[in-house]
């Protein structure tokens, strides 16, 4: 799948084990073994930004950082961003939320800068409920 140059993204993320991991800020949060699409975007290079989310070695500078250098980036969906609309991050954020009917287990998680309760959710143990692209 080519990527967009800017866009919102969701990423598929699968954890083998559960691990407690300190993530930033939040402080040290418990996460269960199992499948967590994360969505965020990014005003430009895109594709940079996700292959940065693969690597297992990097700076942690974003809360999903935390969760990807022990977990595996195995799916990526991306929309390109809509002209003048501020809230397509969170929008599309809690559409999967609705869709999936599944918690998202750490307030605040990628959603420092908005409102959202968060921009992570758990699928479980496996991905299942996440709704085939279409």
């Known amino acids: 799948m080519e990527l967009p140059a800017a866009g919102i ?3 598929l993320v699968h954890l083998p084990e559960a691990a407690t991991v ?5 402080g040290s949060i418990s996460f269960a073994a199992g499948y967590y699409v ?3 975007s990014a005003r430009r290079c895109l594709p940079q930004r996700v ?4 690597a297992r070695v990097k700076a942690l500078r974003w809360h999903i950082d935390y969760l990807t250098v022990l977990a595996e980036v195995v799916a990526v969906r991306a929309e390109p961003l809509t002209p003048g609309r501020r809230d397509q991050e969170c929008a ?5 939320a609705a869709t999936t009917g599944v918690g998202e287990p750490v307030r605040g998680f ?5 409102r959202c309760r968060s921009h992570l959710v758990h699928l479980g143990t ?5 709704p085939a692209t279409g």
Do not use: I, K, N
Not at 92 to 96: G, S, T, Y
């Open 9 to 11: 993204y969701q990423l």
């Open 22 to 26: 300190r993530v930033g800020a939040l």
């Open 38 to 40: 994360y969505t965020g």
């Open 51 to 54: 292959a940065r989310h693969r």
């Open 92 to 96: 599309a954020h809690r559409a999967l």
């Open 110 to 114: 990628g959603a420092s800068d908005c």
């Open 126 to 130: 496996t991905a299942d409920r996440w």
